[in-house]
């Protein structure tokens, strides 16, 4: 690296005391602050007087007879409760009652949209494949809502069976997971062979989405169940090496939020009526339909690493 | 006759489904929830779609409550002594 300024006028500027900081080399506070050595916490009282004291502050806060507020909370909880859940029934009663009668000729089901979408599909998406068409470009914000659904399922998993990294290592010895990868011949001759085979089938089904049947969903399936199997033949140690938590917060936030810029901004173009800038290309080719290749890729990403990740978090409890 | 054996199905999926929100247990709303689903895949086939009873039984009844015993396993909310406990209790 190459500095216009000489060593001696680099040391004064804010940029080298930054990287300074950030090293972690100089600490700003010595000698500009008094600093005095850390005491220790002490707690005259014994575990079983903490523990008997947190107990009688409990009954003290959660004791209905004397507070009276918490009282008053919890019958009008109850009753609230009650009048929402009838609402919800009514209300799902109510739009039951009015649905259109089966076999009647002016029902939803006999509109133009599905002869438009036929018919334009082609020209407005650029997909060969209509299905494809329609859920990636038609419906394009509908699809980004079923991978958010698979971006919470995830969170929610995490928030319930996810260890620290160290814990799960302790733990390693006490449970039956220190005999693993069990290092069994069949399982790993055939896991070297199947792999490759499932990973490259997956990406074909997933870039080929807007041609022939597949796309996002069923090709992510298949590289999850592929990571599923690699896991099992050689164990986590070794997948960690190229699919760790961190390869995992990174690649999946990137895929949702690129799919949430790229939809956004089609919709704001105003998706068919209006120049977005995006070609179309010439149908059946590989580059072409314009956002449905891309939104493909980050849906089959979303989807690989929720089938991986279900699966970790359920056998390992961490990623 | 399957009129009113789908009236009984159905008094029995209500219940279920306010059984599981008041069980205080979560291994027994778990063990409810099962039977919602089994019930739910009957009405399927009288409502003449054996696939979707099929895939009810599969799912619902089968891999659903699978994942639920292990997420219970696993957080600590069934324990061996869990029995003896209760009854000390």
């Known amino acids: 690296m190459s500095r216009l300024k000489n060593d001696e006028e680099y040391k004064k500027t804010r940029a080298f005391r930054f990287f300074r900081w950030m090293k972690g080399e100089k600490d700003p506070y010595l000698d500009e602050v008094e600093m005095q050595p850390g005491v220790p916490f002490q707690d005259s009282r014994t575990v079983n007087e903490i523990l008997m004291e947190e107990q009688e502050t409990l009954e003290k806060v959660y004791n209905t007879a004397s507070n009276r507020w918490l009282r008053r909370f919890k019958q009008l909880y109850n009753v609230l409760s009650v009048v929402f859940s009838l609402a919800l029934a009514a209300v799902m009663l109510y739009m039951v009652a009015k649905l259109p009668t089966a076999g009647t000729v002016d029902r939803p089901v006999n509109n133009e949209v599905s002869k438009v979408y036929i018919e334009n599909g082609i020209q407005d998406t650029g997909a060969v494949n209509i299905v494809t068409g329609m859920i990636l470009n038609y419906r394009a914000f509908d699809t980004f809502g079923e991978t958010c659904v698979l971006f919470i399922a995830t969170t929610c998993v995490m928030i319930l069976l996810m260890k620290e990294e160290e814990k799960i290592r302790a733990d390693q010895t006490l449970n039956d997971r220190r005999f693993e990868p069990k290092n069994d011949v069949i399982l790993q001759k055939v896991a070297f062979i199947l792999v490759p085979i499932v990973f490259i089938f997956g990406i074909y089904v997933i870039l080929n989405g807007h041609l022939s049947p597949g796309g996002g969903f069923s090709g992510g399936a298949m590289i999850g169940a592929g990571m599923i199997l690699y896991v099992s033949a050689y164990g986590f140690d070794k997948m960690q090496k190229f699919f760790n938590e961190h390869t995992y917060k990174v690649v999946k936030v990137a895929a949702l939020c690129t799919y949430c810029v790229v939809i956004t901004y089609y919709l704001f173009m105003g998706a068919n009526d209006f120049d977005n800038h995006i070609p179309l290309g010439v149908p059946g080719m590989i580059f072409s339909s314009g956002i449905i290749l891309w939104l493909n890729i980050f849906v089959g990403i979303e989807v690989a690493c929720t089938m991986y990740a279900f699966y970790a978090l359920f056998r390992r409890g961490g990623l | ?89």
């Open chain 2, 1 to 89: 006759m399957m009129e009113y054996f789908m009236y009984v199905l159905l008094f029995f999926l209500v219940v279920c489904a306010l059984a599981v929100s008041f069980t205080k247990s979560l291994l027994n709303a778990v063990l409810v929830f099962m039977s919602y689903s089994l019930i739910m895949s009957i009405i399927w086939i009288l409502l003449e779609s054996p696939d979707l009873a099929i895939t009810e039984a599969a799912v619902g009844a089968g891999v659903t409550s699978i994942l639920f015993f292990i997420t219970l396993k696993k957080i600590e909310a069934i324990r061996k002594g869990h029995k003896d406990e209760q009854t000390e209790k």
